[in-house]
Nanobody, 117 residues
């Protein structure tokens, strides 16, 4: 059974930092491109950051220079370090895995991030 379990969400003040983690099981982690998406109330889900199986990364323009995605293949875990956070970063954040051989995709259950004073 595939599981992507996110953790690390919570309430943070503007300018603060959070680190999200996503622990994967039931997949061959190294064969998956991993990503973080987010969805704010009333908005569509959007890509925040992606890291390929080889470690290449790309980011949404809105988070470039503030967020960093990384992966640890030995721990089957992907991270999202979020710095200089803004109220507009408030959303549910979802972990996503896509197998680059068969294109199978999986989602985590999401973790809420709220940026507010």
């Amino acid at each position: 059974q595939v599981q992507l379990v996110e953790s690390g969400g919570g309430l943070v003040q503007p300018g603060g930092s959070l680190r999200l983690s996503c622990a994967a099981s039931g997949i061959t982690f190294s064969s998956n491109h991993m990503a973080w998406y987010r969805q704010a109330p009333g908005k569509e889900r959007e890509l925040v950051a992606r890291v390929t199986s080889t470690g290449n990364t790309n980011y949404a323009d809105s988070v470039k220079g503030r967020f960093t995605i990384s992966r640890d293949n030995a721990k089957n875990t992907v991270y999202l370090q979020m710095n200089a956070m803004k109220p507009e970063d408030t959303a549910a954040y979802y972990c996503h895995a896509r197998n680059f051989y068969n294109n199978y995709q999986h989602w985590g259950q999401g973790t809420q991030v709220t940026v507010s004073s």
